[in-house]
């Protein structure tokens, strides 16, 4: 039994366990976790743990370190059931009772499917944890591999640009005829592609794999139309799944992630943190009526302090809102987007424009639906996306965004000119 039970040694696990520890919290605490490994950051195994001849260690804290927070760590087994009513968490042939319950299980990579690559097949590799990680970073040390790329998401265009930084052939095969249209909207998604473009990555769009081929390891990847591309490393980046199985039976809602309240509750003492929670984030609710999910490391890092903090103290308990923020890091450029680029069914059309710089080279975009500043997409401007996640958060006009953009370009001219 433990006054806080936290399912998922992750960056939201982690930081759960030390929100309540540095609040003073006295209460026994059990952290469980499904890889053998202690918590670790996940942003760099696909970018400078891959890159960087000797990548530093991506663990957050050494033993010694975790057993200051005095918390008994269950790791090497993943939880495969809750009962909510007994208040239990099955952890390998143990039951784990619980006072308070965070739920910060994540997501797993999706895989193709059997019909398409036959299971086993060597060179074929998703990349979600720190052991895919250094099983892809061998992989691209090998001689000189040639990469496919199945997904032009964030995760896949990361792997993509390290390995064409490797000076090896890449090919991204993308099924949506503009990549990240989810994510970063039509016209930028195709902006981004040409970042890929420049450097000599090849990205097939609006493609299709039908077949992967090869005796042991991989060989070939065959597309839809018939193309066939040579294939000595397959990543498969076609996204995450929530890791919400072992909840079957639990009475939670589980839908496309743990459905929970705005203070991240799903059930009396449960409450949701990091890529499996889904939540109404009540400061988009002009924008879109639907809960969201983010899979982002800063969203993480807030949602697991505060549903520790509510389930160690349900009567604090307060709504979470946030302004979405994520970067990522191609070849040397460093892409940062905060807010929203899409809107709900029955709210205002988002429109994008680029307000500094040219789409071509370094630049800034924002984001409106209706009146409203909803989002801000940076390639190299560094200094600039935190300027407008702050007026979103504020629900900045579009006249607002407009004037920040005005006076951010005079204060880059003027430095220009000193310089």
Known sequence: MA??????????GLRAVEAVRNDGFAGSIALVGAEEHLPYDRPPLSKEHLADEEPADPTYREREKLAELDVELVLGAPATGLDTGERTVAVGDREIGYTGLVIATGADARVLPASLCPPGLAGVVTLRTLDDS?????????????????????????????????DLEVTIVEALPVPLVRGVGERMGRALTAIHERQGTTVLTGASVTEVRGTDRVETVVLAEGTE????????GVGAAPNTGWLEGSGLTVDDG??????LAAAPGVYVAGDVARWPNALFDDVTSEPMRLEHWTSAQEQGSLAARHAVDPSSAKEYTTVPYFWS???DSRIQFVGVARAGEGFAEVETEVVMGDEADAFVAL?????????A???????????????????????????????????????AASA
């Open 377 to 415: 997409l940076a390639v190299d401007k560094r200094a600039e996306v935190m300027q407008y996640r702050r007026l979103i958060m504020n629900r900045a006009s579009w006249d607002d965004a407009l004037a920040k953009a005005e006076e951010r370009r005079q204060r880059a001219a003027k430095k």
């Open 329 to 331: 890091d191609w070849y």
């Open 134 to 166: 250094l099983r892809l970073r061998d992989l691209l040390r090998q001689g000189t591999p040639r990469v496919t790329v199945i997904g032009a998401g964030f995760i896949g265009s990361e792997i993509a640009a390290v390995a064409r930084k490797r």
């Open 229 to 236: 591309i040579p294939t000595d490393v397959l990543v498969v």
């Open 258 to 263: 743990v459905l929970a309240d705005a203070t």
């Open 367 to 375: 984001y409106r639906s209706g009146d409203r500043l909803i989002g």
């Open 3 to 12: 006054d806080l039970v936290v399912v998922g040694a992750s960056l939201a």
